[in-house]
């Protein structure tokens, strides 16, 4: 791996661990400001509001410009959300801002991948960023945990700028100004990555012409005979991904009788386990047999269901381990395969945001179908088993559609299968 990589994971990582821990600092703002119960839930959605409503932008706006810079300007979003919640912005709304940058940076972080590396290293690549990805969000939960409690907030609040006075007087005001701090280093990582040398993209002069450009596409990357197949993996696992935090508390409630702090730490043993997985397939799958990772997720549409038969938590963490795992298995050779052919399509920053707008896209649809199958009075348990065999389901049906690809257009597939085989590196 080159040097500027191993610059791009740092900046990652930090960034991400600040947006967990970001996250545990609002809901904290919201419960001490008298916020309703449904404030805080709505902290999730609102993050993911910009990923699906700028879409046709985002991608454009990556392959415009140096992905270095995009990253930090998308940093700096970000702090200024954080600066916008110490000033007394409502926090959805100030958290909706650093959504915003979050959105802006994703397809700048994974487009530059396929400018630094050449396609035989991306799944490599991916095992890297998906692993470090995972570690930040387990680290960055219990940093915020950690910020917010009274043994850190109370010496952070205890200390005094010499002649300064700030409006910090609570402990998760404390915690966002901390915060502010990492967000800061992770934005001065960027500036340390290396400019790739691939020619930029401009922005047209009409932004509306980039929403056709856009359906265009994205309708490319499904009419393609790999891109179509990654795109629909990775967009279901994903949605699945987005919502299994809310199954996970549902299904521990009612099997375990675990309060949500007990049961958010058996979401941080998913968390381990899809790192693990995603390690073990940077290291034994190659680029040109990603696809054989698919039945993975029919199993773990099957294995959400058999989460339903579970009640002891001595047979529950190695299972959520073994369910985790497989994720990992699953999406790194998958995300890496959708990275090269979007690259080839359309270009990286706008192939990922076809992916962010089709995976957004999805956790909000799956997670309508849980709420609807509890709304219809399903138990915690029926909508669990619902939610499973529809996941199971459609992941067979996206098998099929391979297995009738490479039936129907052999040529076709084996020469797509060819190019990721034998793809040189950019820049």
């Not at 990582?13 to 839930?41: C, H, M, P, T």
């Not at 490599?124 to 930040?136: F, H, R, V």
């Not at 994205?218 to 299994?244: E, H, P």
């Amino acid at each position: 791996m080159k040097r500027g990589f191993y610059t791009l994971m740092s900046a990652q990582f930090f960034s991400s661990l600040a947006d967990q821990a970001l996250f545990v600092a609002a809901v904290e703002l919201i419960k001490g400001n008298g916020g309703a119960e449904w404030q805080r839930a709505a902290l999730v959605p609102i993050f993911a509001l910009f990923y699906v409503v700028l879409a046709p932008w985002l991608g454009a706006f990556a392959d415009a410009y140096p992905k270095r810079v995009v990253m930090f300007a998308s940093n700096a979003i970000k702090v200024a959300g954080c600066l916008l919640m110490l000033f007394g912005l409502h926090p959805l709304a100030a958290y909706a801002v650093v959504g915003l940058g979050a959105a802006a940076y994703s397809p700048a972080k994974y487009g530059i991948l396929t400018e630094m590396l050449p396609s035989s290293q991306l799944v490599k690549a991916n095992g890297w960023i998906e692993g470090l990805t995972i570690a930040s969000i387990i680290l960055g939960i219990l940093l915020g945990g950690q910020l917010v409690g009274h043994m850190l907030s109370s010496r952070m609040l205890a200390f005094d700028f010499p002649f300064i006075e700030t409006s910090v007087d609570t402990a998760p005001e404390a915690a966002i100004s901390v915060l502010i701090f990492i967000y800061a280093l992770a934005a001065w990582f960027n500036t340390r990555i290396p400019l790739t040398g691939v020619e930029m993209r401009p922005i047209p002069k009409n932004p509306l012409e980039l929403v056709p450009d856009f359906w265009m596409c994205n309708s490319r990357l499904w009419r393609d005979k790999l891109g179509q197949i990654s795109l629909a993996t990775t967009t279901l696992f994903w949605g699945v991904s987005g919502n299994l935090r809310y199954i996970i508390l549902a299904w521990s409630a009612a099997a375990l009788g675990y309060s949500t702090t007990q049961a958010s730490s058996l979401g941080g043993v998913v968390a381990i386990g899809t790192a693990v997985g995603a390690v073990i397939a940077s290291m034994r799958m190659r680029l040109d047999s990603a696809t054989k990772v698919i039945p993975m997720g029919i199993l773990m549409g099957v294995l959400i269901i058999v989460m339903v038969f579970i009640n002891n938590v001595w047979v529950a963490v190695p299972f959520l381990i073994l369910m985790g795992g497989l994720g990992g298995f699953l999406v790194v050779p998958m995300n890496a395969l959708l990275q090269h052919r979007g690259h080839n399509l359309m270009g990286a920053g706008r192939s990922i945001a076809v992916q962010n707008f089709n995976e957004q896209a999805c956790i909000l649809g799956l997670g309508a179908f849980y709420s609807l199958s509890t709304g219809f009075g399903l138990s915690a348990f029926g909508a669990i088993f619902a939610f499973g065999a529809l996941v199971a389901g459609v992941m067979a049906l996206i098998r099929h559609w391979h297995l009738y690809n490479l039936k129907n257009h052999p040529e076709e597939v084996e020469h797509l299968m060819k190019v990721a085989r034998h793809d040189t590196p950019h820049g």
